[in-house]
């Protein structure tokens, strides 16, 4: 594994968002958008891996995105499936760990049996953590949490005076990855839409007019040097002022 150089980050989180922007622009289905959208994820993460990154959390399907027509839900499940047929073995042979983070349940049930197939197949990868937010809500990740303490406490096998930030991100799905450094949005939108809401808490945070499926190499690294520039202070004085 590559040395980890300062001010470069070691998780890098992105709201993927403009697919059906960009079909509309080209006159095509939506549909056309996410697929384009599946071409930019694999070459972001052939980037990622060969840059060193430790981290990458990409935000693929939102709890809200349920709301969607159901053709189009329909489609971005398919697409799922087939990320997952045809990268698995590149992401294997490139020392991905992968890690599928959201409700889970409520997918199809042959979606959850490639999930769990893909993280056990990976498990003893030591490259980088590449993390799917899939029917992931950060805020029902929250309240997950928050249920899971409560209801230890009401067993009396926990102190509610113990709970701690710590206690509490070890509840949360990315317990086992750093807090994110950078968190990209594509397409112009300067909002999280509930991604990661905890656990950006001092993320850098950058805003992109591209869309999604014009997201490649170049824009990783040039967000990757935009971010090496920026001071993160989380509170204190600048580094500069200390030193
Ligand atoms: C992001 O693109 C992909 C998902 C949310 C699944 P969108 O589908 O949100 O594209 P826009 O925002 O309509 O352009
Ligand atoms: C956020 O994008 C979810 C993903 C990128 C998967 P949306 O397009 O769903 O967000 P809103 O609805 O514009 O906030
Ligand atoms: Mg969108």
């Known amino acids: 594994m590559k040395e980890h150089l300062p001010n470069q980050p070691r998780h890098v989180a992105i709201i993927m968002d403009g697919n059906g922007r960009w079909a509309k622009k080209r006159h095509l289905p939506r549909e056309a958008g996410h697929y384009a959208g599946m071409g930019a ?14 981290n990458l959390t990409l935000f693929a399907f939102s709890s809200e995105n349920w709301k969607r027509p159901k053709t189009e839900v ?9 990320y997952f047929r045809s990268d698995m073995d590149e992401l294997v042979e490139r020392n991905v ?3 599928i983070i959201g409700h889970r349940s409520r997918v199809a049930p042959d979606i959850q049996q490639m999930i769990e197939d893909s993280e056990k197949r990976t498990i003893a990868n030591t490259g980088m953590n590449l993390t799917f937010a899939f029917d992931y809500g950060g805020q029902e990740e929250i309240a997950n949490a928050a249920r899971e303490l409560a209801r230890a406490a009401a067993e009396g096998r926990l102190d509610p005076e113990t709970i701690t930030p710590e206690l ?9 990855l750093p807090e994110p450094d950078l968190v990209i949005r594509t397409s112009g939108e300067r909002r999280l ?9 001092y993320a850098e ?6 869309l999604w499926p014009d997201f490649g190499r170049a824009e990783l690294l040039q967000a990757m ?8 202070r989380f509170g204190a004085v600048s580094s500069e002022a200390v030193a």
């Open 97 to 99: 760990r992968m890690r």
């Open 193 to 201: 839409s509930n991604f990661l809401l905890w656990q950006s808490a």
């Open 74 to 82: 329909g489609a971005l499940m398919a697409l799922f499936r087939a």
């Open 205 to 210: 945070l950058l805003f992109l007019d591209t």
């Open 168 to 176: 509490f991100a070890a509840r949360l799905f990315t317990s086992a």
């Open 41 to 54: 994820v694999r070459e972001v993460v052939r980037a990622a891996t060969d840059t060193g990154l430790a």
């Open 225 to 232: 040097e935009n971010f090496a520039a920026r001071d993160r």
